[in-house]
């Protein structure tokens, strides 16, 4: 148990610390320690929006969608698309690489509900 407040330091702080120590694009630590790394990295986004509640939601609507098109389409490396402006609330367009676009719907907890595959030419890559 370590004394924040002796230090100066608030709880949300102390993390970001611990955040920031953590490198993910240092191959030692990936070797060592890849799936706290993982988990590390993961908990940094979101205490990097925790201020803000609607960057929260996208950051968890984002990735709801990205892990609903990957296990639809069965291939990795999907990503947001930000370069398509998106006015719609719970709304995004998913990349898969080499394969077509996706849009995605959530609800109001930020889990995708639907997704429907964009016909035509790939969007621009973000």
């Not at 394969?99 to 995605?104: H, T």
Request: with cysteine.
């Amino acid at each position: 148990m370590h004394n924040l407040e002796a230090r100066g330091l608030t709880d949300r702080q102390s993390a970001r610390t611990n955040c920031a120590a953590t490198d993910p694009g240092d191959p030692m630590n990936i070797l060592r320690f890849a799936p706290i790394a993982l988990l590390a990295v993961t908990a940094c986004d979101e205490i990097a929006v925790a201020d803000d509640p609607d960057a929260l939601a996208e950051l968890r609507g984002t990735r709801s969608c990205i892990r609903a098109v990957q296990a639809e389409t069965g291939a990795s490396g999907a990503t947001a698309n930000t370069s398509v402006p998106v006015v719609e609330v719970n709304q995004y367009i998913i990349d898969v690489p080499g394969q077509a676009s996706w849009v995605c719907y959530t609800n109001d907890e930020n889990q995708a509900t639907e997704l429907v595959k964009l016909r035509g030419p790939s969007l621009p890559a973000a």
